[in-house]
């Protein structure tokens, strides 16, 4: 199992403030096979980045993805009210299970 | 625009069998190349994959659920299934359908049911 880890569990931040979360994965899962979604209470999550850093169908660019093998980064630049949430990264490379981190939620300071 | 529901029992006893059922609208289900996934999430906590399925009937396991799941495909109603035997507390969460935005992929859902609570307990 593909166990990921994301760094760090909480982060607190001003609207206008760029945000910096961090996915680290037990063993190297290519750079085709990671996704970021987030999620606000109450709601399904919802998809910002497949394949490490394409946006999905109408994610702003505030938004970006990148790394490739075992770290990847999200990068939120200039934090809208609505981007306070839970943001999870999920693999699905190689074989079953396609495993979620345990998210980062990032609250207003 | 595709959509998906779920709909199924909210509250089931403890050994007895979680079943749920994802109608997909907006779309035909056996359209080519797409994993029609289950995820799962207990209350306060994150985010479990389940399992998918394709049109075809193939299956693909969370290893650590496979000996209790089941999911299922049927074309003629545009419907998949989850079916979960021998519950227990542990399996409360919210449960979630959905579908990946690329083909032949087990993640990426960019396609969601609204969730069904499903809560285990005599």
């Known amino acids: 199992e593909v166990v990921l880890t994301q760094s760090p569990g909480t982060l607190s931040l001003s609207p206008g403030e760029t945000a910096t979360l961090s996915c680290r994965a037990s063993?190297?899962?290519?750079?085709?096979?990671l996704a970021w979604y987030q999620q606000t209470p109450g709601r399904a999550p919802r998809l910002l980045i497949y394949g490490a850093s394409s946006r999905a169908t109408g994610i702003p660019d505030r938004f970006s993805g990148s790394g490739s093998g075992t770290d990847f980064t999200l990068t939120i630049s200039e934090l809208e009210p609505e981007d306070f949430a839970v943001y999870y990264c999920q693999q699905y490379g190689s074989s079953p299970p396609y495993t979620f981190g345990q998210g980062t939620k990032v609250d207003i300071k | 625009q595709l959509q998906l529901q779920e709909s199924g029992p909210g509250l089931v006893k403890p050994s007895e069998t979680l079943s749920l059922t994802c109608t997909v609208s907006?779309?035909?289900?056996?359209?080519?190349?797409?994993?029609w996934g289950w995820i799962r999430q207990p209350p306060g906590k994150g985010l479990e994959w389940i399992g998918s399925v394709y049109y075809t009937g193939s299956t693909f396991y969370n290893p650590f659920l496979k000996s209790r799941l089941t999911i299922s495909v049927d074309t003629s109603k545009n419907q998949f299934s989850l079916k979960l035997s021998s519950v227990s507390a542990a399996d409360t969460a919210v449960y979630y359908c959905?579908?990946?935005?690329?083909?032949?992929?087990?993640?990426?859902?960019?396609?969601w049911g609204q969730g069904a609570l499903v809560i285990v307990s005599s």
């Open positions: 959905a579908r990946p935005l690329r083909g032949y992929s087990h993640g990426g859902y960019d396609s």
């Open positions: 907006g779309g035909p289900i056996d359209s080519s190349s797409y994993y």
């Open positions: 063993q190297s899962i290519g750079n085709i096979y």
